[in-house]
């Protein structure tokens, strides 16, 4: 009997290593009261946290701004978030003694978020987090990001690992969408939305303290099927950005 290979955990970053989605909705609320944007920040990342700030920025906007605009708006957004959040960086509760744990079950580990290099080393490095990380994929890895497949899809060839043999660990509707797009199974992390608001998790965890690996083993051997992306929301404007 061929040996199946190992199952692969492959977590996004904002929202899940970190519960930071307060301090960049209220860098993104600055920004848009600075342009006098009246969008409500909040409720936006709900629906569209997980995608590249400049395609969020580029849904707030009632004109067409230019991309090089884009981008420093973004880069302003970058700046604001970091200060807000200098000192309150802290891993999600429960996040390092899990890695380890998977280390030591044999788990293959990998990063797939949208942010740019800098970004993930403000995070990651700054916690001492890339240690516990066999493979970290961004926004320069990719060509298309989330709500598209690319971002986990990189990460599991880098991997070496069957899309069918890994799990996304996502706080964001499309994250969760861009596993299902990816042929992968996803177990949400509640920093951000309530559990009734994921498509199809195999399960929701509000930190790391609620779940081990061995759970995380049973779930995937218990539930081998992938979910298929939802209709509905690859019908809304955002999902074609």
Same mark, same amino acid.
């Given at each position: 009997?061929?040996?199946?290979?190992?199952?692969?955990?492959i977590? /996004?970053?904002?929202?899940?290593?970190?519960?930071?989605?307060?301090?960049?909705?209220?860098?993104?609320q600055?920004?848009?009261?600075?342009?006098?944007?009246? !969008?409500?920040?909040?409720?936006?990342l709900?629906?569209?946290?997980?995608?590249?700030?400049?395609?969020?920025?580029?849904?707030?906007? %009632?004109?067409?701004?230019? /991309?090089k605009?884009?981008?420093?708006?973004?880069?302003? %957004? &970058?700046? @604001?978030?970091?200060v807000?959040y200098w000192?309150k960086?802290?891993e999600?509760?429960?996040?390092? #003694?899990?890695?380890q744990?998977?280390?030591?079950?044999?788990?293959?580990?990998g990063?797939? !978020?949208?942010s740019p290099? +800098?970004?993930?080393?403000?995070?990651?490095?700054h916690? /001492?987090?890339?240690?516990?990380?066999?493979? *970290? !994929?961004g926004? /320069?890895? *990719?060509?298309k990001?989330?709500?598209?497949?690319d971002?986990?899809?990189?990460?599991?060839?880098? @991997?070496?690992?069957? $899309? +069918?043999?890994?799990v996304?660990? +996502?706080?964001?509707? @499309?994250?969760e969408?861009?596993?299902y797009?990816?042929?992968?199974?996803?177990?949400?992390?509640?920093?951000?939305? =309530?559990? #009734?608001q994921?498509?199809? $998790?195999?399960?929701?965890?509000?930190?790391?303290?609620d779940?081990? $690996? &061995?759970?995380?083993? #049973?779930?995937?051997?218990?539930?081998?099927?992938?979910p298929?992306?939802? =209709? #509905?929301?690859?019908?809304?404007?955002?999902?074609?950005?």
């Open positions: 009997m061929t040996s199946q290979p190992p199952y692969a955990l977590f /996004d970053m904002d929202g899940v290593l970190v519960d930071n989605t307060p301090y960049q909705a209220k860098a993104f600055l920004l848009f009261r600075e342009h006098g944007l009246t !969008t409500n920040a909040r409720q936006l709900k629906r569209l946290n997980g995608m590249p700030a400049t395609n969020i920025l580029k849904t707030v906007f %009632r004109h067409p701004v230019p /991309d605009q884009l981008k420093e708006y973004a880069s302003q %957004r &970058e700046f @604001l978030y970091r807000l000192d960086r802290r999600m509760p429960g996040l390092s #003694e899990f890695l744990a998977a280390r030591a079950a044999g788990f293959n580990i990063l797939g !978020t949208g290099p +800098e970004t993930i080393s403000y995070i990651i490095d916690l /001492d987090l890339r240690q516990y990380f066999d493979v *970290v !994929t926004k /320069d890895d *990719v060509e990001g989330k709500p598209h497949a971002t986990f899809s990189v990460v599991a060839q880098k @991997l070496g690992v069957p $899309p +069918e043999r890994c996304v660990f +996502e706080d964001a509707l @499309l994250g969408q861009a596993a797009k990816a042929k992968m199974r996803c177990i949400g992390v509640s920093s951000g939305l =309530k559990p #009734e994921f498509q199809a $998790p195999l399960r929701v965890i509000r930190d790391f303290r779940i081990t $690996p &061995e759970q995380v083993r #049973e779930l995937l051997d218990q539930n081998p099927t992938v298929k992306p939802s =209709k #509905e929301l690859a019908k809304r404007q955002y999902m074609h950005l």
